[in-house]
């Protein structure tokens, strides 16, 4: 099997290729769509259940193939996968603050939940249960055995059932390789550090080595894949059998190792840009009440001895983050069937994978989690003591047991006392005075998860034809992914409350709870003078565990009818009417199983308590599918009509069931043997996941805003809420949500409606081309409203947002558990996309001198419109930030010319396109626009628009001998720094390093060598 390598643009040949692009779209998907290597001669077409010759597929497919992945030089399918156009960049290999260890694939931004992905027409487990997108784990798939990818836009729930909305991903493995292979891959990151903007932010910041930055060039991220297969056939070609295995291992990147990321760009409200960084520091930072400010908390920064009013430490947060967290998988498998018959063709499926990752961030501390002092705290200077023990920081009661300071603004009893609390030992009575503690565990080291996923997937099976007009295919598969999470160098809060209460003993300083005999194992924390001993370390130090598993089981049986065979054919037409009919059982369960310091929410940086999930569904279904060719070859060239029906019923482990009815319809016609017209109208659905439906209800951080905090007057909006004044702003702009699963969840519906047309020119042999366009709608869907959303419907005047607050007595959300916001998943509002979809591919030969070939697929995205059900619906078509997420450029492309000559070297250049996307504030919608006292710091000129970004990747390839192929190349050739973007308009998770990896090549140059050797 040798490989024919690709090659090289000439000088002249990108306007060519940027021209091509106006031209083409999805007609690949026909052809490279299809595969017969297994079934004798019948086809089987991406989006289709059957199987019969001269099948073509009427909805637009990219397909990837394996000389692509071999050019790209990635050992990650999810980076190749966020290249094409079509593709929204999801859970990678770049992200570490909420980073899962999974890669997912996101198709038109609908989210990974919304992708169904598959592995040889079959579907792939979920790959984590401790995620709310319950998405395919793309770790499990091996790059080097995978013959083809074909993507597969809109709806396809008629044919693969539930949650094919965006569309659809199918990996086609090469079940029927043959003699043995061993293929190896090496790349590592080449940049130049020189960012010019960066630069002058982190010079300004000269002498602190926190803000130290690296010059000139640096080498690093290597990674490396190496895989081996084995393939034969055997009883005369009646049985064949593919054995594999791979081993994958990447280096990590800290973000201090590019100039861009060594520190978190901040704006202010002028539009300035300096250097950010967190109020959690060292040596640390206190909030408390001071009588000259009586509208809310007084922040000091902590020294030796000292607190200085008004000033703040900060701590740059930004270096030990993960820029590419380091990885190791292992991976194994083997594909085999035998035919005993025609009537009889076991099959066998088996891959398993074992994944681990760290993901590693800035060390945890106490982000405010500890609330008072002692006043009998020997550790305390005598000025720090007469700061933060003044009569107005008291404290004179509690609200629930948020702890109330004298002076506070939302004391509802200021004029009480300050309560006489007694010591257990001495009979002495003491004040407890308010101090929140902001203080950076820069002693301990950086926090890091250590993420592993252990799964498996198994198919058997049997296929055969019924005489002459039937054929079946029957299988049972089971998955199951194994997950457990390390989170290591963590504090623990409860032991903070201990270690920071001191008091003075004949042997020194020591924690009350020793004294007392409660905890012998408790060291002071000594914050007051910066001295932080080991002993008070290894106390306070914490690490939660939890492990948590996923398995599906599915029993299908399909039968196809070539009808023809019994005469029922067109009047018109040559070939018969075929049909699909079958059956399935589906069964999917999670379980997530967390220890005590995760369930409590006693780690300090976890933000809220993570509880234990569980549970299932199951789902029957009968679906069917027909295809009648009603014109060929007569007054035009055809004119054929496919029709699918799936009919669902779901029992839910609670006790619930629903139904549910999904179906296609699709005219393909080709007036001419060069021209087809091709159109598509499906109904797919997508059924509540089981974190959906089951995670617990819990009280958290969710919001970033609370307009009734920190009013001066009261408005008649907060005021019909309970407020009744002085309701503080919380310093950090985190507010409380109470967020979870809603059992009584429905499935979301959704349309595709798909229009396109196909170009095969006789007089340009060898050009396919195609322009399809696409329209999907999800109703009903299932999504949040919002924390923030809800709080601003209802400053609006929406009654039903107003329903879902829930203010505690002081009128506060985030001072207590008592107050929140309802931010439950329900069925409410929809997403809309519409756009146009570009494919082609044109090859040809160059006399004697070798083949030139040209390909290229983009997108134009017109329409991305959300409605969250509460606030007025926003387009994110060409924008980005906080709410719309990752960038969404209105055209995207990628294109490649290669040249191989009749020698077997080869140079192929790809040329990606993303066009700007604007910040999400200047948007015309009110759910996104930016306010006029904010709009300086929202619409600066960084964020204010992220510029079009245009990368080329090189590849030389170079056929050694018989058996040998050598590859070296290079991605984003020309060492692009990726746009940057301040932490105001940075979306959660997805951004990182001041950038969007995934959607950006964030790490510079990537420069790789392979060889692929086959006997």
Not at 883 to 888: A, D, N, R, S
Request: proline content about 5%; aromatic content about 10%; hydrophobic content about 35%.
């Amino acid at each position: 099997m040798k490989k024919h390598t690709l090659t090289a643009l000439k000088a002249g040949a990108a306007p060519l290729v940027l021209g091509f692009a106006l031209l083409s779209s999805g007609a690949q998907a026909q052809d490279a769509g299809a595969d017969d290597s297994s079934t004798g001669g019948a086809i089987v077409v991406t989006g289709s259940r059957i199987v019969a010759p001269n099948q073509t597929s009427i909805a637009p497919i990219t397909t990837v193939s394996s000389q692509d992945i071999q050019l790209q030089g990635t050992t990650r399918t999810e980076d190749l996968l966020n290249s094409l156009p079509q593709v929204v960049a999801g859970q990678s290999s770049g992200l570490a603050n909420g980073a899962t260890g999974t890669a997912t694939v996101d198709l038109r931004g609908l989210g990974p939940s919304r992708t169904l992905v598959l592995i040889n027409g079959r579907r792939l487990m979920t790959g984590d249960p401790n995620s709310t997108t319950s998405a395919a784990d793309l770790n499990f798939i091996p790059a080097a055995l995978v013959k083809r990818v074909d993507v597969l836009t809109g709806g396809a729930s008629a044919t693969y059932g539930a949650d094919a909305v965006a569309g659809v991903v199918n990996f086609v493995m090469d079940t029927e390789f043959e003699g043995f292979k061993i293929d190896a891959n090496y790349g590592v990151y080449t940049h130049n550090n020189n960012n010019g903007f960066i630069r002058g932010l982190l010079d300004a910041k000269a002498g602190d080595p926190a803000y130290a930055y690296p010059k000139g060039n640096n080498v690093d991220g290597g990674q490396y894949d190496l895989s081996a297969a084995f393939g034969t056939s055997f009883d005369d070609g009646r049985g064949h059998a593919t054995a594999y295995v791979g081993y994958r291992r990447a280096t990590p990147v800290l973000q201090r190792k590019r100039d861009y990321s060594s520190c978190s760009i901040g704006v202010n409200a002028a539009g300035n840009f300096s250097c950010g960084g967190s109020a959690t520091a060292a040596p640390g930072n206190v909030l408390y009440y001071d009588p000259a400010n009586t509208s809310s908390s007084t922040i000091g920064a902590l020294g030796a001895g000292t607190i200085t009013q008004g000033g703040q430490n900060i701590y740059n947060f930004a270096p030990l983050n993960y820029y590419q967290r380091p990885d190791e998988r292992y991976t194994a498998g083997v594909f085999a069937d035998y035919e005993i018959n025609k009537a009889i063709h076991p099959y066998m499926e088996f891959m398993f994978m074992d994944d681990r990752t760290v993901a590693q961030i800035a060390p945890s501390g106490d982000f405010g989690n500890t609330l008072t002092i002692n006043c009998d705290n020997p550790l305390m200077s005598a000025a720090q003591r007469a700061e933060l023990c003044q009569p107005s920081n008291l404290i004179n009661g509690f609200l629930g047991n948020f702890p109330l300071a004298a002076g506070a603004n939302y004391n509802t009893n200021p004029g009480a006392a300050p309560i006489n609390f007694t010591d257990p030992t001495t009979g002495a009575t003491y004040n407890k005075a308010f101090m929140q503690l902001l203080r950076r565990n820069v002693e301990g080291g950086a926090r890091q998860s250590d993420l592993q996923h252990t799964s498996f997937r198994t198919v058997i099976g049997s296929r055969g034809e019924l005489g002459n007009a039937w054929s079946y295919d029957a299988y049972y598969q089971y998955g199951r992914t194994n997950y457990t999470q390390v989170y290591s160098n963590e504090f623990s809060a409860s032991r903070l409350a201990n270690a920071l209460d001191v008091v003075q003993t004949a042997n020194g300083p020591a924690c009350r709870v020793t004294v007392t005999g409660q905890d012998p194992n408790c060291s002071p924390y000594d914050v007051f003078s910066g001295n932080i001993s080991q002993a008070s370390l290894d106390y306070l130090t914490a690490t939660g565990f939890m492990k948590g598993q996923t398995s599906q089981q599915v029993a299908s049986a399909s039968f196809t009818g070539m009808l023809g065979e019994y005469g029922i054919k067109s009047p018109w037409a040559s070939d018969g009417i075929n049909v699909a009919l079958g059956v399935e059982y589906r069964r999917d369960s999670l379980e997530l199983k967390t220890d005590n310091a995760f369930t409590t929410g006693d780690l300090t940086g976890q933000g809220a308590p993570t509880l234990d999930t569980a549970g299932a569904y199951k789902v029957t279904e009968f679906f069917g599918e027909i295809d009648i060719p009603i014109i060929q070859d007569s007054f035009i060239q055809n004119l054929s009509f496919n029709g699918g029906y799936r009919y669902s019923h779901y029992s839910i482990s609670n006790g619930r069931t629903f139904n549910t009815n999904t179906y296609k319809l699709g005219i393909d016609l080709a007036p001419v043997s060069d021209i087809r017209l091709r159109a598509g109208y499906n109904r797919a659905v997508r059924v509540p996941n089981i974190q959906e439906l089951f995670a617990p209800q819990i009280v958290a951080l969710d919001g970033t805003t609370d307009p009734c905090a920190g009013q001066d007057v009261l408005t008649p909006v907060c005021a019909a809420q309970g407020v009744t004044g002085g309701t503080s702003l919380n310093p950090a702009g985190q507010y409380n949500g109470l967020i979870g699963g809603n059992p009584d969840l429905n499935p979301e519906k959704s349309t595709t409606k798909t229009l396109g047309v196909v170009l095969q020119p006789r007089w340009l042999p060898g050009l396919t081309a195609s322009v399809d366009w696409f329209d999907i709608k999800v109703k009903q869907a299932i999504q949040q409203y919002g924390a923030d959303a809800i709080l601003a419907a209802c400053g609006s005047g929406t009654a039903a947002a107003c329903d879902l607050i829930n203010r505690d007595p002081s009128g506060s959300l985030w001072l207590t558990s008592g107050g929140y916001v309802v931010d439950i998943y329900h069925n409410v509002g929809g997403v809309k996309t519409r756009g146009f979809e570009f494919n082609g591919n044109y090859s040809t030969e160059v006399g004697n001198a070798g083949r030139v070939s040209l390909s290229v697929v983009g997108t134009l995205l017109n329409r991305y419109t959300v409605d969250n059900g509460l606030t007025e619906a926003y387009n994110c078509a060409g924008y980005y930030g906080p709410t719309c997420g990752t960038p969404l450029p209105k055209w995207r492309h990628k294109a490649r010319v290669s040249y191989t000559m009749t020698n077997g070297i080869g140079l192929s250049l790809q040329w990606r396109h993303l066009s700007s996307a604007t910040v999400e504030f200047a948007n015309p919608s009110s759910t996104l626009a930016t306010s006029a006292g904010r709009a300086a710091r929202n619409l600066n000129s960084l964020d204010d628009k992220l510029k079009a970004m245009d990368y080329f990747d090189l590849t030389l390839t170079a056929d050694l001998g018989k058996n040998l192929t050598w590859r070296l190349g290079a991605t984003n050739l020309f060492d692009k720094d990726p746009p940057l973007v301040t932490s105001n308009a940075c979306a959660s998770v997805v951004c990182n390093g001041n950038a969007y990896p995934g959607t950006y090549d964030v790490l510079g140059r990537y420069v790789f060598t392979g060889i692929t050797m086959n006997f």
